[in-house]
């Protein structure tokens, strides 16, 4: 399975973007995806997930209400609506995948950066 994501950018704080992640190979093993993003000088953390078939959705807290997470459970494409960034929200964000029933984020696509100005 390759990942590949897209749609960062620059945006002013209370603005929108639309993150999208586009899964190709063997796309049938994807158990779930999600969204994970890495600020500056910390650590990889999670932001939202998809469980396919299910229609399971997970988020943090801190995301809750402004964004959203969708995708199309045929062609994998997830996507992630940022709605009313905040400067905290500043990270490469990536998109990754569980699959071959690891129960595991094991593949991962680039990141896609997202910047948030004050």
């Known amino acids: 399975v390759q990942l590949q994501a897209f749609g960062g950018g620059l945006v002013q704080a209370g603005g929108s973007l639309r993150l999208s992640c586009a899964a190709s190979g063997s796309t049938d093993s994807i158990y779930r995806q999600g969204w994970f993003r890495q600020a500056p000088g910390k650590e990889r953390e999670f932001v939202a997930s998809?469980?396919?078939?299910?229609?399971?959705?997970a988020y943090i807290p801190s995301v809750k209400g402004r964004f959203t997470i969708s995708g199309d459970d045929a062609k994998k494409t997830l996507d992630l609506q940022m709605n009313s960034l905040k400067p905290e929200d500043t990270a490469l964000y990536y998109c990754?995948?569980?699959?071959?029933?690891?129960?595991?984020?094991?593949?991962w696509g680039q990141g896609t950066l997202v910047t948030v100005s004050s």
């Open positions: 990754g995948a569980d699959t071959g029933g690891t129960r595991a984020y094991n593949t």
């Open positions: 998809l469980i396919w078939g299910d229609n399971y959705i």
